[in-house]
């Protein structure tokens, strides 16, 4: 079993900064990557970023230059740094990983971009 707990959503004005943190706690040996992915308001899930243990990085083409992700492996954190917030961010964020083929995720954290 894996367990996923977010941190560091909140209400933020377009063009402020973010930080979202994942505490990862369990069994976490064969995790070989983690990722963050959001849900707005009557959308799709969709991918915003992952890393892999080595740290190699994938981005959605909306987040690119603006969201980075990194990972603690030692601290067991994966965290997205969100710079140049815009109101199409806000979403519901949340942590994902796999393990031997079984999927996991966190609660999520409400992200909220308005003036």
């Known amino acids: 079993q894996v367990q996923l707990v977010e941190s560091g959503g909140g209400l933020v004005q377009p063009g402020a900064s973010l930080r979202l943190s994942c505490a990862a706690s369990?069994?976490?040996?064969?995790?070989?990557?983690m990722s963050w992915y959001r849900q707005a308001p009557e959308k799709q899930r969709e991918l915003v970023a992952s890393i892999t243990n080595g740290g190699s990085t994938n981005y959605a083409d909306s987040v690119k230059g603006r969201f980075t992700i990194s990972r603690e492996n030692a601290k067991k954190t994966v965290a997205l740094q969100m710079n140049s917030l815009k109101p199409e961010d806000t979403a519901v964020y949340y942590c994902y990983c796999s393990r031997f083929g079984i999927p996991y995720w966190g609660k999520g954290v409400l992200v909220t971009v308005s003036s």
């Open positions: 369990g069994s976490i040996f064969g995790i070989n990557s």
